[in-house]
């Protein structure tokens, strides 16, 4: 493979939607379109394109960006095409790169790029963002593309020109519009524009004592916006597309389906309202059961099991996603959890397949931080799911309501980890 040579250049709009990352192919060589978050481009000459490896292209990105090692964990390529027939390759985020460990980067350059991907999933709402986090985060937008505040300065008429590159679609509505945009996720006067220029105008210019010159000026900032994210539970995913059952309403019990985002990382699963922009289930991994079934003839389905209630009484509610991406979402959960308990100090539980261990002394599950607000984007609504309770009598699994019993999945943590319980059955079934 030749060195990488070209600069990167940025895309425009009507190019995005038909990108392909092998720009010509000749006898020996092509040029290799890599794309980064913020849609520019960085060209590639590769010598003998079929033998290059992924960590052979891998490098050569980096070394054109002039990144640090620690490039190397923090990001991965990514192939991404909406009917993958001519995937672009990326160059973002690794989803198995912890939290932990990208508080110790200090390298402006790598900050930025990820700066740039968590703000394209905060302003196309693919992390969905109560109105005062958006504000929060929007405001350091402001400063990184225009500088520090300045009361001399016509920052509103500023603000309202650019609105969508600070804060989502949804947020940016003018008039009544706005209200109506933000009904139903806790807004109050004052959100939207003026709510970003009061948190511009609070924005601190201050670096702690380890950040160094180059860091004072927009690294602090890139840092800022990403431990601001860091309190969103799906930070770092990777996203797939589904759909769920809609709830049965009416007299006639008419359903249909609802369009889903489902977020995936190493802290657990999120199943994303993808019109209403908010939450509809968060688990950790230690609150669920999962599996995949794709049976002929028939969608593929990814069933989610989790612990809920039903007119007070325990019960299992089982969760079906149909999507294609059913096996890969699969695969996917199995492995982060396998990464997971490889690095714990403890000794790691037995496998995640096979019966559930006997239930015996084990430490309390670790408590969920409480939610800061009300009605927020990022909690569960379990109550706007169609979902399945269930108990086993012994000869097969039935709809029954409101009991339980054990979960009919064996993929999961182990007993000793998670807070899932199970419920015996009782002599008197209700049945649905």
């Known amino acids: 493979m030749d060195g990488p040579e070209g600069i990167a250049g940025q895309l425009g709009p009507a190019e995005r939607s038909h990108r392909s990352s092998v720009s010509s192919v000749g006898a020996r060589a092509a040029d290799v379109l890599v794309y980064l978050a913020d849609d520019t481009v960085v060209p590639l000459a590769v010598e003998n394109l079929p033998s290059l490896s992924a960590h052979e292209l891998h490098r050569a990105v980096r070394e054109v960006l002039q990144l640090p090692d620690i490039a190397l964990d923090a990001f991965a390529l990514w192939l991404v095409s909406p009917l993958l027939d001519e995937p672009s ?128 000026t927009l690294g602090s900032h890139y840092r800022a916006y990403l431990l601001k994210c860091h309190e969103l539970p799906f930070y770092g995913c990777a996203f797939f597309h589904g759909e769920i059952d809609k709830p049965a309403q009416g007299f006639l019990h008419r359903g249909g389906r609802k369009s889903v985002t489902v977020a995936i990382s190493l802290e657990g699963v999120h199943v994303i309202d993808s019109r209403e922009k908010h939450v509809l289930l968060g688990l950790g991994f230690q609150e669920l059961s999962w599996d995949h079934t794709s049976p002929e003839e028939e969608e593929p389905v990814l069933w989610l099991e989790f612990d809920g209630d039903s007119e007070g009484m325990p019960v299992n509610k089982l969760l079906r996603i149909y999507s294609k991406q059913a096996e890969l979402m699969s695969g996917l959960i199995e492995y982060c959890i396998e990464l997971n308990q490889a690095s714990e100090p403890a000794a790691a539980p037995e496998g995640m397949s096979g019966a559930r261990s006997a239930p015996g002394p084990s430490p309390p599950p670790a408590q969920r931080p409480k939610l800061r607000r009300q009605g927020s984007v990022v909690c569960s609504r379990i109550q706007h799911l169609s979902t399945i309770d269930y108990v086993e009598d012994g000869k097969g699994i039935k709809r029954v309501k409101p009991k339980r019993t054990a979960s009919f999945f064996s993929r999961q943590l182990s007993t000793s980890q998670g807070n899932y319980t199970v419920v015996q059955p009782t002599d008197s079934l209700e049945q649905g």
């Open 89 to 216: 390759l990326q160059f973002r985020r690794n989803v198995f790169f912890p939290k932990r460990r990208e508080l110790q980067i200090h390298d402006e350059e790598v900050l930025r790029l990820l700066y740039e991907e968590a703000k394209g999933n905060v302003l196309t709402a693919r992390y969905p963002c109560d109105v005062e986090d958006c504000e929060v985060l929007g405001a350091l937008v402001c400063r990184v593309q225009l500088g520090p505040y300045q009361p001399s300065q016509p920052a509103a008429c500023t603000l309202r020109e650019k609105l969508d590159s600070f804060l989502p679609a949804h947020l940016c509505k003018r008039g009544h519009g706005l209200f109506a945009a933000l009904r139903g996720r806790g807004a109050k006067p004052g959100t939207g524009e003026q709510g970003l220029l009061n948190a511009y105008r609070q924005v601190k210019e201050a670096v702690s004592s380890g950040d160094s010159p180059r860091e004072a």
